[in-house]
């Protein structure tokens, strides 16, 4: 089993900087890939970026250039640098981690951008 537990959500005006983090616990040896999703109100889920376990990453096109995804493999850790925030890019972000067995989802933490 993996616990996350994520932090760093807020709000924050148009052109300003988040940094999201999201630790794992528990049998946290076997986690492969490491991922942020977002849901905006009355959206569905989507993908923001993601980082596999050697440090592969992707992102959507709605963030690249302006997000950065890394993690910190002896910490457990997966963060999500956010700059140049957006109205657009107000949403619950979700981390989300995957084993060999499964996917496991933190509780979700809000960013709000005002214009």
């Known amino acids: 089993q993996v616990q996350l537990a994520e932090s760093g959500g807020g709000s924050v005006q148009a052109g300003g900087s988040l940094r999201l983090s999201c630790r794992a616990s528990?049998?946290?040896?076997?986690?492969?890939?490491m991922a942020w999703y977002r849901q905006p109100p009355g959206e569905q889920r989507s993908l923001v970026a993601t980082?596999?376990?050697?440090?592969?990453?992707r992102y959507a096109d709605s963030v690249a250039g302006r997000f950065t995804i890394s993690r910190d493999n002896a910490m457990a850790t997966v963060f999500l640098q956010m700059n140049d925030l957006k109205p657009e890019d107000t949403a619950v972000y979700y981390c989300?981690?995957?084993?060999?067995?499964?996917?496991?989802w933190g509780q979700g933490t809000q960013v709000t951008v005002s214009s």
């Open positions: 989300k981690v995957t084993n060999s067995y499964r996917d496991y």
């Open positions: 528990g049998n946290t040896a076997s986690i492969r890939d």
């Open positions: 980082i596999s376990r050697p440090g592969g990453k």
